[in-house]
């Protein structure tokens, strides 16, 4: 597990992650890399939860490989380079959907459970899109847009307790909760409809800053991060550094918050 946030206004859209990746033993570390520009100079990129590798491969590093692909560095793909006055959203989630699952995942012997959020704009438009790229065990249905351009708002994903209680009103087992006390079961699902309906916090706003976005999913991940921290029945899955990506029409790809292990002085390629 894991805790990504995107906030999408018309400015653009904030990407942010904590750094804690679970491997497929269990062993969890708390320096996994879950942003990515996907491609150098062009305003994609992508973030992940779930498994932090499929085989021995970390997704990092096969976001990389991809991206080398979409750069037009891989001799061996030529044609997955992105024109950048011609490429489209839907096609690099397709893409992802190909690299990950179909040439990755399913040769993989161990079932693979990782959601990507791609996040970004197509080729001279004016408005961002969220997609997403859902792998379940060996099923991956096709990409799916989540947010098209003229969605705005924050969508939130892996470790979902702190959030939906936060901006729903209402935990993730709220469900259970109301049949164990008398609504009957055929009920609950309506009942649990309208109680968001009511009880939903709303955060953003289309004309807000870049800059009040930033913060905002800064403040979305820390407070995932502590109210796991300290719920004493929750996995410690979700923690270490945030990092911070936006995406905007003019500016492109930046990152705004990382990590980082090289030495000062070294450029990173993303």
Same mark, same amino acid.
């Given at each position: ?58 997704? $990092? ?11 037009? &560095?891989?001799?061996?793909?030529? $044609?997955?380079?992105? =024109?950048? %006055? ?5 096609? !690099? %989630? ?8 179909? $040439? ?20 001279? &438009? ?6 997403? /790229? ?22 939130? =994903?892996?470790?979902? $307790? ?10 993730? =087992? ?8 008398? /609504? ?27 800059? =009040? ?7 979305? /991940? ?6 796991? &921290? ?7 899955? /979700? ?14 790809? &930046?990152? !705004? ?14």
């Amino acid at each position: 597990m894991t805790i990504i946030v995107s906030v999408k206004i018309n400015d653009g859209i904030v990407m942010a992650a904590d750094s804690a990746g679970t491997m497929g033993s269990g062993q969890i570390y708390t320096h996994a890399n879950k942003i990515t520009n996907l491609c150098a100079g062009l305003p994609v990129g992508a973030m992940s939860t779930g498994a932090g590798g499929i085989g021995n491969e970390s997704v $990092e590093t096969l976001l990389k490989d991809l991206r080398r692909r979409f750069d037009g &560095r891989d001799p061996a793909y030529p $044609e997955w380079r992105l =024109d950048p %006055a011609s490429y489209t959203m839907e096609r !690099v %989630a397709g893409r992802l959907r190909s690299f990950l699952f179909e $040439e990755k995942a399913v040769p993989c012997p161990e079932p693979v459970n990782l959601q990507l959020r791609l996040c970004g704009y197509s080729a001279g &438009r004016p408005l961002a899109e969220v997609w997403e /790229v859902s792998m379940t065990g060996q099923d991956c249905p096709p990409p799916r847009r989540i947010m098209e351009e003229t969605g705005f708002g924050v969508m939130w =994903d892996g470790q979902y $307790e702190a959030l939906n209680r936060l901006i729903l009103g209402l935990g993730f =087992d709220i469900g259970h909760a109301l049949v164990k006390h008398g /609504v009957p079961p055929q009920e609950a699902g309506r009942l649990q409809e309208e109680l968001v309906r009511d009880l939903y916090a709303t955060l953003s706003v289309p004309a807000m800053p870049i800059q =009040d976005a930033i913060d905002l999913a800064r403040f979305l /991940v820390e407070t995932t991060i502590g109210f796991v &921290r300290f719920a004493v029945f929750l996995p410690k899955s /979700v923690g270490g550094a945030v990092e911070i990506a936006a995406i905007t029409k003019h500016e492109g790809f &930046r990152w !705004v918050q990382r990590k980082g292990f090289y030495p000062t002085g070294i450029l990173q390629e993303d």
